[in-house]
């Protein structure tokens, strides 16, 4: 199975814009709906994208998803101290090697 | 509000099972609409689907840990398992489980706090 490509880091200070790409396959996002996840240190992965861009009830507005062929974002607008945390992108894929959910490598966001 | 729980040994000896089981609060496994996931994360790394279960049994695998893994449930407690055979140093990581919806098995919405398993003698 393949694993969705992720830059390790990305930073910005309070108010900016972060973007964090999810770069995969046809096998995966270029067929298949992309999710994102939030994990704040020391706590489980949280839902806060499904869909390509839907939001949960109670994810703010500031956070926003997108795809494109085989390669997805996740935008965080208004940074805030809060928004500190490590984000993976994961989809379903359908090689051939074998079905089954890929994750991102992980983006930890810093704000500076 | 659906809740999760893992539970089980922290520790385990190399080429033993890893057994720990999840409990579910808030909701019916027997409901179905919802698959049952583990979901693993070695210390300091990214996240790794292990496989779901439907309340009916039916289950699907992570090719890259099939041969090694099992995951059952009983509806009468509401809990659902998972074994992995053989383990190694390789299998340390944090265990979670979580829900999973019918049809977009990587659309996880609510999770365990997970469970640490170490291999080790």
């Known amino acids: 199975q393949s694993v969705l490509t992720q830059p390790p880091s990305a930073s910005g200070t309070p108010g900016q814009r972060v973007t964090i790409s999810c770069s995969g396959s046809s096998s995966n996002i270029g067929s298949n709906y992309v999710y994102w996840y939030q994990q704040l240190p020391g706590t489980a992965p949280k839902l806060l994208i499904y869909r390509n861009n839907q939001r949960p009830s109670g994810v703010p507005d500031r956070f926003s998803g997108s795809k494109s062929g085989t390669s997805a974002s996740l935008a965080i607008s208004g940074l805030r101290s809060e928004d500190e945390a490590d984000y993976y992108c994961?989809?379903?894929?359908?090689?051939?090697?074998?079905?089954?959910?890929?994750f991102g490598t992980g983006t930890k966001v810093t704000v500076l | 509000q659906v809740q999760l729980q893992e539970s089980g040994p922290g520790l385990v000896k190399p080429s033993q099972t890893l057994s720990l089981t999840c409990t579910v609060s808030g909701g019916s496994i027997s409901s179905g609409g919802y698959y049952w996931s583990w979901i693993r994360q070695h210390p300091g790394k990214g996240l790794e689907w292990i496989g779901y279960?439907?309340?009916?049994?039916?289950?699907y695998y992570n090719p890259s840990l099939k041969s090694r893994v099992t995951i059952s449930v009983d509806t009468s407690k509401n809990q659902f398992s998972l074994k992995l055979s053989s383990v190694t140093a390789a299998d340390t990581a944090v265990y979670y489980c979580?829900?999973?919806?019918?049809?977009?098995?990587?659309?996880?919405?609510?999770w365990g706090q997970g469970t640490l398993v170490t291999v080790s003698s």
């Open positions: 279960i439907y309340y009916s049994g039916s289950t």
């Open positions: 979580a829900r999973g919806w019918s049809g977009s098995y990587v659309h996880l919405d609510y």
């Open positions: 994961a989809a379903w894929d359908d090689s051939l090697s074998g079905r089954g959910a890929v």
